[in-house]
């Protein structure tokens, strides 16, 4: 299957700093690339879509100047934390979209755990 | 709005004790159902896609099923490594929806 990178694995932060997580789809090129939050003994929850080349799209709820996403390029998105705070503490996970003849699939980064002290 | 449910929340198996987890879905337009396996601290790992009822896919242990309002994923004679939580999607729209995904002990 194709391989999807995050940097850094985890990452320990004061309040108030901003923190950026990098996403990388290493075989393969991805227009489409997914940003998730998940809690403990939770499941997946969708916080954004983002588009290479144009602004990313959040889902309800979700503060899009707090969290900061770029596409710069066919295989990097970034998501910035920014002024976190303790209650941002989470477990992120990015996703990018294969697309091969009719058939799309998201693979999933190995995430990166954040806790704001 | 596009819904995912899994059950059992949780099972425990014997090493060699087959069974099956549960995904039953309603969506708008079916654009792919999607099985992943998670281990703890780490990212869903994709293991089948399922496009139209009638449709199966095995790998190893593992195989997929697909009818109009639910999908199965039978495990046969699992083992111990074979333990993780097991995580269903469905593809509307524009987004994957995810179910709370079903927690899989296997002892050996």
């Known amino acids: 299957g194709a391989v999807v990178s995050q940097h850094p694995s985890r990452v320990i932060c004061k309040s108030g700093t901003s923190v950026k997580i990098e996403c990388r789809s290493l075989d393969f090129q991805a227009t489409t690339m997914f940003w998730y939050r998940q809690f403990p003994k939770k499941s997946l929850m969708l916080m954004a879509t983002?588009?290479?080349?144009?602004?990313?799209?959040?889902e309800q709820g979700v503060e899009k100047d707090k969290f900061l996403i770029n596409h710069a390029s066919l295989t990097l998105s970034t998501l910035t934390v920014t002024s976190a705070h303790p209650e941002d503490s989470s477990f992120y996970i990015c996703s990018a979209r294969q697309r091969e003849a009719y058939q799309e699939t998201q693979y999933f980064g190995p995430g990166t755990r954040l806790l704001v002290l | 709005e596009d819904q995912v449910t899994q059950s059992p929340e949780a099972l425990r198996l014997q090493e060699g004790e087959s069974s099956s987890l549960n995904c039953s879905y309603t969506v708008s337009g079916l654009r792919g159902l999607f099985w992943y396996r998670q281990d703890p601290g780490k990212g869903p790992e994709f293991l089948f896609t399922l496009y139209s009822a009638g449709e199966e896919k095995e790998k190893e242990r593992l195989k997929a099923t697909l009818t109009k309002k639910e999908s199965f994923l039978h495990i046969t004679a699992p083992k111990p490594e074979d333990s993780a939580t097991y995580l269903c999607a469905v593809r509307g729209d524009y987004k994957l929806s995810f179910g709370a995904g079903t927690t899989v002990t296997v002892r050996a």
């Open positions: 983002s588009n290479e080349g144009s602004k990313a799209t959040y």
